[in-house]
């Protein structure tokens, strides 16, 4: 399969790979950051990560229209890259608690503006490699391979978080404990209900505190917290350097791709590759386009709750603290293992596997299971988890799911089933509905706790949920995104006009920016009514977008195919 696209796609996949794995390190931990190092309001928190979030898609716009008109592809790809890491080197410079505000919204400006550079035009060229009509029919598998590689990056950045949270917290001689943040900033303000009870909390990290003694251990604690998640930040920073190391040595793979019409005009070697387009299909092509980018505005809005509402709702009202065969899903050296042997099984008793295949198959299922299983017998019978760990159940599934979903489409292609690109993203809409149904049913059972009424600390421990509802949210939602997104991609990449392909990459991350903007309302909402009605919000407006992409269908097919 692989043999049918171009090395080119490789070099962006394996880019795409380190500048996403930083990414989302930085994502993991972010709203938990601002909280537990300034004492954000849920409200708060949610207006800094909406904003920064809109920004880091919508500065795409400006990439693409500099790529096209002035840069090209390549140059302005590259300096999206050191752009940005200097962003996530300012970042990761540590100060104290309540401190250094400013430097934080200063790395966060310039992220947003080498994300801009970056990640509009990488897309765009991928999309101009598969402009050539030797690779034209694979685009659609393209993207989902491309796509997977960045959710490769962004599976093991919440564990690279958690581990290095965990080793800064314990060179201070501390642990994580989710309850202490929230209760650390009232005793500071002066507002705590119950300072005993902090107390007793704060000496399970360290015997000798006393209630002279609570605010040294609190600043203390909050330092380290923080200094644990500056050093996070930081990961991002060596990854970029991975991405340049393979942006710039394999230039030649993705050459021939590097160009806008602009310089195609320019060179008579490539001016027989310029495609004109009549006013009409432009026109046409740009609505289309135009109401595909205001559909998936509410599935970003959905879908980027995993790094606000649904880490909330990790912190305070899931279960933290699972048993030995949970644990396995929370750990990749558990994780890892189950699904690189279920993969052995696959290919061992695939009907189209080869003696050899077989073998490597059958070894590669003993072999993970055996290691899956040295796993298990290290863990305790109860194991702490910590909230931003849920957020690589999303890329697992992802990279799991792929060639599933690969493989389902390519069967109904064959059948001449195959939904259209408009049509895939309006099932996808459907499933991200059915996904927020999931947690609609699971908060039922926490009337009486909302946010409001317990003021915004952890639930009590019998009233914590289990965290498969999580779980399968994130499945549910994984499905949906593998539906939507990459589709969505492809379909900007096939229906741009080409004088426009960098700007049009930037206004499908421009709309997802508007989404991600608009995730401030669930958040603004958290703490202000019951937690059913935060995930029936957002039920109801992917139902909407649905039904809103159907009615519209055959003229989005019609752009498609002009």
Not at 208 to 226: H, P
Request: hydrophobic fraction near 50%.
């Amino acid at each position: 399969m692989l043999k049918q696209h171009p090395k080119g796609l490789f070099v962006a996949f394996f880019a795409n790979m380190g500048e996403r794995f930083g990414f989302y390190t930085m994502i993991a931990i972010f709203v938990l950051f601002l909280q537990a190092k300034y004492g954000y309001s849920a409200a708060e928190a949610s207006q800094i990560y909406g904003t920064f979030l809109a920004f880091v898609y919508f500065l795409p716009l400006l990439g693409g229209f500099i790529a096209d008109k002035f840069l090209g592809y390549g140059k302005t790809i590259s300096i999206g890259l050191v752009v940005m890491f200097i962003g996530y080197f300012l970042l990761a410079i540590p100060t104290t608690m309540n401190s250094g505000f400013g430097l934080v919204v200063s790395a966060l400006a310039v992220i947003c503006l080498g994300t801009g550079l970056f990640k509009g035009n990488l897309q765009a060229l991928v999309g101009n490699l598969y402009d050539n009509p030797k690779y034209s029919k694979n685009r659609d598998v393209a993207f989902n391979i491309f796509y997977m590689g960045i959710n490769i990056g962004a599976m093991f950045a919440p564990s690279t978080a958690e581990a290095i949270n965990n080793w800064i917290l314990k060179t201070h001689n501390f642990f994580y404990d989710n309850r202490i943040p929230a209760l650390a900033h009232k005793y500071m303000d002066g507002t705590i209900n119950n300072a005993s009870e902090y107390l007793t909390i704060a000496q399970a990290q360290d015997p000798s505190v006393t209630t002279q003694t609570l605010g040294t251990f609190t600043t203390d604690y909050i330092n380290a917290l923080s200094q644990s998640y500056h050093y996070g930040f930081g990961v991002a920073c060596i990854s970029l350097i991975a991405s340049m190391i393979v942006f710039w040595a394999f230039k030649k793979y993705y050459k021939s791709a590097d160009l806008t019409e602009k310089q195609k005009a320019a060179s008579d070697e490539h001016k027989d590759q310029i495609i004109k387009l009549t006013p009409k299909q432009t026109k046409d092509r740009l609505i289309a386009l135009g109401l595909i980018f205001f559909v998936v505005i509410f599935f970003w809005m959905s879908f980027h709750q995993n790094g606000l509402c649904m880490t909330f709702f990790a912190r305070d009202y899931t279960s933290l603290s699972v048993g030995k065969v949970s644990n396995l899903l929370f750990n990749l050296n558990g994780l890892l293992p189950i699904f690189l042997s279920i993969l052995g099984l696959y290919f061992f008793i695939r009907k189209k596997s080869e003696g050899k295949t077989r073998i490597i198959g059958a070894c590669s299922f003993v072999g993970f299971a055996l290691l899956a299983y040295w796993s298990y017998t290290t863990y305790n019978t109860e194991n702490p988890i910590s909230p931003q760990i849920f957020q690589h159940f999303n890329p697992f599934f992802i990279v799991a799911l792929t060639p599933l979903i690969i493989g389902l489409f390519s069967w109904l292609a064959k059948k001449g089933k195959e939904p259209s690109s408009p049509k895939k993203i309006g099932i996808g809409m459907l499933i991200t509905a059915l996904g927020f149904v999931v947690l609609v049913v699971g908060s039922l059972s926490l009337l009486g706790v909302s946010p409001k009424e317990i003021s915004g600390e952890v639930a009590p421990t019998d009233r914590l949920i289990s965290p498969y509802w999580l779980i399968s949210t994130y499945f549910v939602l994984t499905v949906a995104e593998l539906f939507l997104s990459p589709m969505g991609i492809s379909f900007v990449s096939k229906v741009s006009p080409p004088k426009y392909k960098g700007l049009m990459q930037g206004g499908w991350l421009a709309a997802t920016a508007i989404g991600n903007y608009l995730i401030i309302i669930p958040g603004s909402l958290w703490d202000k009514v019951p937690l059913w009605a935060v995930w029936t919000l957002l039920v109801i407006l992917c139902v909407l977008s649905a039904t809103f992409v159907f009615s519209i269908l055959k003229r989005l097919e019609r752009a498609t195919n002009s």
